[in-house]
């Protein structure tokens, strides 16, 4: 313990140059000569707030503040100054920096400062749009209400050497012109001309299928699935989705119009022709802000086997990352599935599964999926992939109300997920199922710490942030659960039921009734027969005393479910806390169930 290097709580800030190569090699000396006249402003800021500049490296600074808000307010003075000095130059020549700040730990040593506290400061720096500031939990939670900003959540990210993931958000001062999307325009899936990402966004355009045959639409849709798996797995970018059955609704959609519904700068698009063993794929990606041309590909080549369409998905999608200028985590994640799959026809089999499963709305496509992923075990029985995929169907199974059992369900998806993870999972979907397993069995730090490991896994995936913030919810922590929830709604603009009906808990835990009626709503006119929705609005009409609406739902949920019960319901509801629950249960009576 005598050894030990001296320690102190600090927080952070530490900012860079965006595009700091780029503007070095158009104008090497102008760009030296800016930055340095910027970087002493930044410097005497830091100062007036009661900071200190530890470092530079480059066009980088990192700074030291006793107090968060003095860190918070040289950042936004920061940024506020730069944004004036900015605004008569050419895009082109703007110079401007990215700016984290975290508050942590941090060792001090020969004038210099280091620690967990920096490494994370310096990972919120990179999710930074230029520009702006984004900042850690551990500062929004500092901060509170003592600043006029506004803070948007843009997601869990996993930090090199630091065990837990790091919760982000983006800053803007009130006054900005840019809003973050009200709850109810989340709710519904409206989420304006820009989501509050830290990162690239992009969506993808249904793939077209040049031709009139099953075979080939089922061909186009592979591409669209098999990209998108790979996307949401890459952790700078931000891909957001369409889960509309079998894609219809961004189908019928022009790529401008995928680009403003769907909140995303970037819009990739594509065409399958097959004819013969011979199969031509186009694929274009646009800057949708400017409708520009960023990247377009024809590519030509020989089927034989269905192991070729995964060597073109990987093709297009080196391009997409090179095109936008953003690496593949370590190199491999566009190839996992590829990679851990090696038999053509196990291949088939899992890609006619997934597709399955993730547009299936009956018992028999569920049944069919599962088939098809026993299949691709038989085939591959040392992969983990099949086995992962199978677990995610029977737990899909369970919350789409089609198993016959969904206690021996979810006891055969809990041992499929245990088996793809001993086998290394590359997918993440072992983590979603083991979330939701846990929580049903009321045990809540492991059914955190999967549901931890599925956002992780899964940066871009809707599913993951919904099963967190349900965990998050059922632990009592709804206010938390809120932006996991909103974050969900705002991955998948067009999407299922589930995503709203998960928002709508969240608003009722944290008393945000009128919120939690009116994403209630948003779910039930997406699917009229969840009868726990219907049990969050007439919960939420009856916490406002509006007796009259609260009856009506009740009665519109027994014309659903004639036989329903809620003392069965309460047995299923695996709120940590007896208060929750019991309040619930309360507002339920008064609307008239028994």
């Not at 900003?149 to 840019?178: D, L, M």
């Not at 401008?256 to 011979?278: C, N, P, S, W």
């Not at 919904?466 to 969900?488: G, M």
């Amino acid at each position: 313990m005598g050894d030990r290097l001296p320690r102190r709580l600090a927080a952070i800030l530490y900012a860079d140059v965006a595009g700091y190569s780029r503007l070095m090699g158009e104008d090497e000396e102008a760009t030296h000569r800016v930055v340095s006249e910027y970087l002493d402003f930044i410097a005497a800021s830091i100062a007036s707030h009661g900071g200190k500049v530890m470092h530079y490296a480059g066009d980088a600074v990192l700074a030291r503040f006793d107090a968060v808000v003095d860190a918070m307010s040289a950042a936004i003075a920061i940024q506020s100054e730069l944004k004036a000095r900015n605004e008569d130059l050419p895009d082109e020549r703007k110079i401007q920096f990215r700016v984290g700040v975290n508050s942590g730990d941090v060792i001090e040593e020969r004038g210099d400062m280091y620690g967990d506290g920096v490494n994370v400061a310096a990972r919120l720096e990179s999710l930074a749009q230029p520009g702006e500031v984004c900042i850690s939990d551990a500062v929004r939670t500092a901060i509170g209400n003592k600043l006029p900003c506004q803070y948007a959540f843009i997601g869990e990210h996993s930090v090199k050497n630091i065990r837990e993931p790091v919760r982000a958000y983006r800053v803007f001062e009130q006054s900005s012109e840019t809003v973050t999307p009200s709850s109810q325009e989340l709710s519904a899936g409206v989420t304006g001309s820009r989501l509050p990402f830290g990162k690239p966004s992009i969506a993808i355009k249904p793939f077209e299928d040049i031709g009139a045959d099953a075979e080939q639409i089922r061909l186009a849709d592979a591409f669209t699935n098999g990209i998108a798996a790979a996307l949401t797995r890459v952790p700078p970018l931000v891909l957001v989705n369409d889960e509309s059955p079998s894609l219809v609704e961004s189908k019928k959609m022009t790529m401008q119009e995928v680009g403003k519904r769907f909140g995303v700068r970037y819009v990739l698009k594509g065409a399958v022709q097959k004819i013969g063993e011979r199969i031509r794929v186009n694929a274009e990606l646009t800057d949708a802000s400017s409708s520009r041309y960023l990247w377009a590909e024809s590519i030509d080549r020989e089927l034989h086997d269905f192991g070729d369409i995964f060597d073109i998905q990987d093709e297009i999608i080196e391009e997409i990352v090179t095109a936008l200028n953003v690496k593949l985590l370590g190199g491999e994640a566009a190839r996992l599935v590829r990679r851990a799959l090696r038999d053509p026809v196990a291949l088939e089999r899992y890609y006619r599964g997934e597709d399955l499963l993730w547009h299936s709305t009956m018992k028999l496509e569920f049944q069919e999926a599962q088939r098809l992923f026993e299949e691709t075990i038989r085939l591959e029985p040392d992969s983990p992939v099949g086995y992962a995929a199978a677990a995610l169907t029977h737990w899909a199974e369970v919350i789409s109300g089609l198993s016959d059992s969904p206690s021996l369900s979810l006891e055969r998806a809990s041992e499929l997920a245990h088996r793809a993870i001993r086998l290394n999972d590359v997918t993440g979907y072992a983590h979603m199922v083991l979330a939701h397993v846990h929580l049903s069995r009321r045990e809540y730090d492991e059914a955190m710490a999967e549901a931890s490991r599925a956002v992780a896994d899964r940066p871009s995936c809707p599913a993951a942030y919904a099963i967190k913030a349900s965990v998050l919810t059922y632990l009592d922590r709804a206010s938390d659960a809120v932006e996991f929830a909103q974050y969900a709604v705002s991955l998948t603009p067009i999407h299922p039921p589930m995503y709203p009906a998960v928002l709508a808990r969240a608003y009722y835990g944290c008393e945000r009734y009128e919120e939690a009626i009116a994403a209630s709503k948003d779910a039930i006119a997406l699917e009229g027969k969840d009868t726990s929705t219907y049990l969050i609005l007439a919960a939420s009409n009856a916490a406002l005393e509006r007796t009259a609406e609260a009856e009506h739902t009740a009665q519109e949920l027994l014309n659903i479910k004639q036989d329903f019960s809620l003392a069965e319901f309460a047995e299923s509801q695996p709120y940590k806390e007896n208060r929750t629950l019991d309040r619930l249960i309360d507002r339920l009576k008064t609307a008239g169930l028994s």
